[in-house]
């Protein structure tokens, strides 16, 4: 406050950036949390606030990404790399990472999304931050998957699983535990896959995260299609459309690759059944859903 008792303007951007990211977080109102963000770069930068237009230009640039705009997401991103790199600030350094990661992933470009996920993992270490350190674990193990690389990725699934472990993080361990079942699938061993990917829908479920309930049951749908439980696989998967179209979003891009090849050879071994035991599957509640996926799997991993 000043002497007159009005809020001074570096505690005035703060407030504005803190709006703004409620705003785009919370109900995902870019366009007004924008308008915050836009005003509160403007106080920072007048003020000479490095750290704050750094995380500031940080909110801006996840806009932009969350809009499709990657080029001008990359701008703010690394704008705001350059801020942090100037104040030695290694949270904001590599948190400006994973957006230039997750932009370059959308982009296609895995080579360099892998370059900057390995960043964001050493500057993570740098700032003793053990919660983004798992996040950027997991993403390389993502990029190998993505690579066909099967050991590189278990290994750092794992690391991000003891890492959640550890932080009592039960999303990302969650995360961890599906991600190994496809580890497992590709080694055939379709029994430990079930497990891994009930065990990450018995955490999702209990956190209420519906998202990661669907990515579970697409898992688990084609557990059962490589055991030859077509009937089973193709209500798995319609009660995997019926989740993700309830909330307006998809399976991520790996997840997605594998649900589309599970479908195809659902069509082509069902036929005129498939579109019949599809709809049984969009009818279920997701409680149902999770009941019917759980029947033969115990939750151990």
């Known amino acids: 406050m000043g002497a007159e008792g009005q809020v001074s303007p570096n505690l005035r951007a703060k407030g504005l950036l803190w709006r703004g990211l409620l705003l785009m977080r919370g109900i995902g109102d870019d366009c007004s949390a924008s308008r915050f963000f836009e005003e509160a770069l403007a106080l920072f930068r007048d003020g000479g606030d490095l750290n ?4 500031t230009l940080q909110a801006e640039g996840d806009v932009y990404r969350n809009q499709g705009e990657w080029k001008l997401a990359g701008q703010r ?23 230039l990661a997750l932009c370059a992933q959308e982009e296609g470009r895995f080579t360099a999304a892998q370059h900057h996920w390995a960043s964001m993992l050493e500057w993570s270490e740098r700032a003793g931050n053990r919660a983004s350190m798992a996040l950027a674990l997991n993403s390389l193990g993502e990029m190998a998957r993505y690579g066909g690389d099967w050991e590189e ?9 003891r890492l959640a472990r550890e932080l009592g993080n039960e999303s990302r361990m969650a995360l961890a535990l599906h991600n190994l079942g496809y580890v497992a699938l590709s080694r055939g061993e379709r029994e430990r896959a079930g497990r891994l990917f009930t065990a990450g829908l018995s955490l999702y479920e209990g956190r209420r995260y519906h998202k990661g309930v669907a990515e579970c049951l697409a898992g688990l749908g084609k557990v059962e299609a490589s055991k030859g439980r077509l009937e089973r696989a193709a209500r798995l998967c319609g009660a995997t459309e019926t989740i993700l179209e309830g909330l307006g979003t998809r399976l991520d ?9 599970t479908l195809g050879t659902l069509k082509s071994r069902l036929r ?15 409680e149902k859903a999770v009941e019917y996926a759980v029947t033969d799997y115990c939750t151990k991993s």
């Open 52 to 55: 704050g237009a750094s995380e």
């Open 77 to 99: 991103y690394v704008e705001s790399l350059e801020l942090a790199e100037q104040t030695g600030n290694s949270y904001l350094v590599a948190h400006g990472w994973m957006g």
């Open 153 to 161: 990725a278990e290994s750092y699934y794992k690391q991000t699983l």
């Open 253 to 261: 891009t790996l997840d997605r690759a594998d649900y589309e090849r």
């Open 272 to 286: 005129e059944r498939f579109e019949t035991l599809i709809n049984e599957g969009r009818v279920m509640s997701l």
